[in-house]
């Protein structure tokens, strides 16, 4: 009699590949969920750091255009001294008219630590629009010629704007600050429009 051999895997065989398949395939889910952690923690901090240099550029290149008075038909002073540190008003003859009451002639820039944002009102009838949100600090000082900080108006030739923002989200694995993460920025812009005057 012939002995029928048939070729195939034992059952010790078959658990042994399914406990191995098991164990890789929870590696690679481990590794992709670490991954997927990092990767929406660098999002985070890259979207908070474009946003905030963005809007410190927007506000730099507004600052530098404060004062600009073609017709000089009227006097204004382009960057009004405010004792409120969480307000920065700029004023420019855009259309050189010779009167500020135009769109984007009346620039005022709001912070609320209640809301923690930024706002802008650009006097275009569309009133305060949100600017910059999740914003921890914003506060602005003004300086003279000489650079000494001054709260003259007619003085005024230099802004620093200082800006700290903080992520969307809480980072879970960050242990300070209730797990969010910040970047702060600091910047003095001259008024180039009031620097001849």
Known sequence: MKEDRQSGFSLAECLITIAIATIVLASLAGSFRVQQKTYSVQTQLTEMTENARAVMDTIAREIRSAGYNPARATTFNGVPYNANTAVLDLYQDLDGNGTISGANERITYTYSSANKEV????????????????????????????????????????VRISLTVRTSQIDPTWPHDGGYRFTSLNETVSVKNLLYQ
């Open 119 to 158: 706002t802008r009102n650009g006097n275009d009838g569309g009133g305060a629009v949100s600017f910059l949100n999740n914003v921890t600090a914003f506060s602005v000082a003004y300086f003279d010629r000489a650079g000494a900080a001054t709260t003259t108006t007619a003085n005024i030739r230099a």
